[in-house]
């Protein structure tokens, strides 16, 4: 298994442009989600799914988009890219597990991205 | 809300010597659950522990030990022995509210182990 896998691992973007960082899983994880971490403020929720066709917002959602076609991949669209979104994001997964009960995500690699 | 904090910004010890790192949490949910990563310094995430909040026993892996207190909301991981290898950030976290496993994250605390 390769786990999560993330790309690209580094890309710089100018102010207004448009990209969508990939994520792709084979254990047939069903719960994906996109997190991005910043100096000094760990890492924070940016949109998640339960399962294809399903998807919702986290903690800091605006400016990005995510659709979730297979349970393998889970893309992560920034329409038009800000300075502020220079960070670097983190692609999850887990199994649902059962009610009441909380599995362990599993990250990948991380996609550092940085806005001029 | 759930809030979770790691008051200690970065740590330095020397090799050998053992090592606390406090994490402190917040929720308002009768049932939690609590984890721990390490992010060495190429920059993955790796899981170490979940603990579910109704289990209080401590728990030893190796030189990785965690000590969980529901009085004072505490889940404290300690390292036996540092070595260089644990050079790393170690991030606290805490299960969110949106019920698909997410997670909130702590600030995380920067372990230097002096050689």
């Known amino acids: 298994n390769a786990g999560v896998t993330q790309t690209p691992k580094f890309q710089v973007l100018k102010t207004g442009q448009s990209m969508t960082l990939q994520c792709a899983q084979d254990m047939n994880h069903e719960y994906m989600s996109w997190y991005r971490q910043d100096p000094g403020m760990g890492l924070r929720l940016i949109h998640y799914s339960v399962g294809a066709g399903i998807t919702d917002q986290g903690e800091v959602p605006n400016g990005y988009n995510v659709s979730r076609s297979t349970t393998e991949d889970f893309p992560l669209r920034l329409l038009s890219a800000a300075p502020s979104q220079t960070s670097v994001y983190f692609c999850?997964?887990?199994?649902?597990?059962?009610?009441?009960?909380?599995?362990?995500?599993?990250f990948g690699p991380g996609t550092r991205l940085l806005v001029l | 809300a759930q809030k979770v904090t790691q008051a200690q910004t970065e740590i330095s010890v020397v090799e050998k010597e053992d090592v606390t790192l406090d994490c402190v949490y917040e929720t308002r949910d009768t049932t939690y659950y609590l984890f721990w990563y390490k992010q060495p310094p190429s920059g993955e995430l790796v899981f170490l522990i979940r603990?579910?909040?109704?289990?209080?026993q401590n728990e030893i892996s190796g030189r990785y030990s965690w000590n969980f207190q529901k009085s004072t909301s505490s889940f404290n991981f300690t390292i036996t022995a540092s070595q260089v290898v644990d050079s790393a950030v170690y991030f606290c976290a805490l299960s969110d509210l949106t019920g698909a496993n997410n997670l909130f994250f702590g600030t995380g605390t920067r372990l230097t182990v002096i050689p």
């Open positions: 999850a997964s887990s199994y649902p597990g059962s009610s009441g009960n909380q599995e362990t995500q599993y």
């Open positions: 603990r579910n909040s109704f289990d209080e």
